[in-house]
């Protein structure tokens, strides 16, 4: 196990470093915006057992803290913590630069940055879209253009964490479809364009996630409006069941190592989301059915 190193990356300038030693360089290195809670947490245990130096990155160093605390305890594996908020391009920009000084290479960049949403499109307002776009879309749109070019070096891979919401546009989901949608768009973008560069551009699109607060996590946006009970549920009260969140990390790395273009999980949906793609109508009733 090799030291837990912190590093600030958006405030103070970057402390001189010496550059990274060979076997630095021969080992795999993996970024991960969002690594210090929930999907981004069980991601970065993932790709250090899987023998990648991992880089977590989030906007708290105590959060960043206690997930290499979880790391060191639960999985025998450790993580550099850089802080930054990746909706700023100047904190992209010295995230980046920080990966190079510490490591000199990147092979792998997962996105796990994103925020859901509850409520009725009626009272949906711009700047709460605003804010679930810069979440789900703007800071994974930064930090792969701040990384593309050791990406391209390395001829890496990008995950991007998506949701069933940027696939199917299901009810009392507030903003997420829309942002999600967004994020779908923009990675499949991204995939055609860079692969020229040899850079590969996968989305992997979970449905609900298992985890201790799923249920409790929008009660907040729930309470005083006119939606129904169950759209604080995971999903917004789908019926489709928890996904395991060390099920979802190990098809984010099996994304990444056979270049996969897009990922849905659980798989079977992927029939159900191509079936309601080619007739809208029976589209429509099955989300009904699959929401109600
Ligand atoms: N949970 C689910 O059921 C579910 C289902 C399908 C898809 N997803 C997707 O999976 C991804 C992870 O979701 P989650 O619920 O596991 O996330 P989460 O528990 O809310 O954790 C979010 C992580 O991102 C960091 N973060 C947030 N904004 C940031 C910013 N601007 N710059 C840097 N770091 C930032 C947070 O740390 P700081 O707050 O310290 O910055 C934290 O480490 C999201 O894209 C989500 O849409 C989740």
């Not at 023998?51 to 160093?61: C, L, M």
């Not at 630069?97 to 009626?122: E, H, T, W």
């Not at 050791?150 to 995950?159: A, D, K, W």
């Amino acid at each position: 196990m090799s030291d837990i190193t912190n590093s600030n990356a958006s405030t103070t300038e970057l402390p001189p470093q010496s550059p990274p030693d060979q076997s630095t360089r021969d080992q795999p290195t993996a970024l991960i915006p969002g690594g210090s809670a929930g999907l981004g947490l069980v991601v970065a245990a993932t790709f250090a057992q899987a023998g990648y130096r991992v880089i977590i990155v989030g906007r708290s160093q105590d959060r960043l803290d206690d997930a290499v605390e979880q790391l060191r305890q639960q999985h025998n594996a450790t993580a550099i913590t850089l802080v930054g908020d990746m909706t700023n391009r100047d904190d992209c920009q010295q995230i980046a630069q920080a990966v190079g000084q510490r490591c000199g290479r990147l092979d792998v960049l997962v996105n796990c940055i994103g925020v859901s949403d509850r409520g009725l499109v009626g009272e949906l307002t711009a700047a709460r879209v605003h804010e679930l776009i810069d979440q789900n879309v703007v800071a994974t749109l930064l930090c792969c253009q701040a990384m593309l070019p050791m990406l391209e070096s390395s001829r890496g891979s990008i995950v991007n964490i998506g949701s069933l919401a940027g696939k199917v546009g299901a009810r009392y989901l507030g903003g997420y479809n829309t942002a999600k949608h967004a994020l779908t768009g923009l990675t499949q973008q991204m995939r055609l364009e860079w692969r020229d560069k040899g850079v590969h551009v996968g989305l992997v699109s979970p449905g609900p996630i298992r985890r201790d607060d799923a249920g409790t996590r929008y009660q907040h946006q729930t309470g005083n409006s006119a939606l129904p009970g169950k759209a604080s549920q995971p999903g917004g009260g789908t019926k489709v069941k928890g996904i395991e969140p060390q099920r979802v990390a190990t098809a984010v790395l099996n994304c990444a190592r056979n270049r996969k273009p897009d990922v849905i999980l659980p798989g079977y949906l992927r029939l159900l989301i191509v079936v309601g793609n080619a007739l809208p109508r029976l589209g429509d009733w099955l989300l009904l059915k699959f929401t109600s």
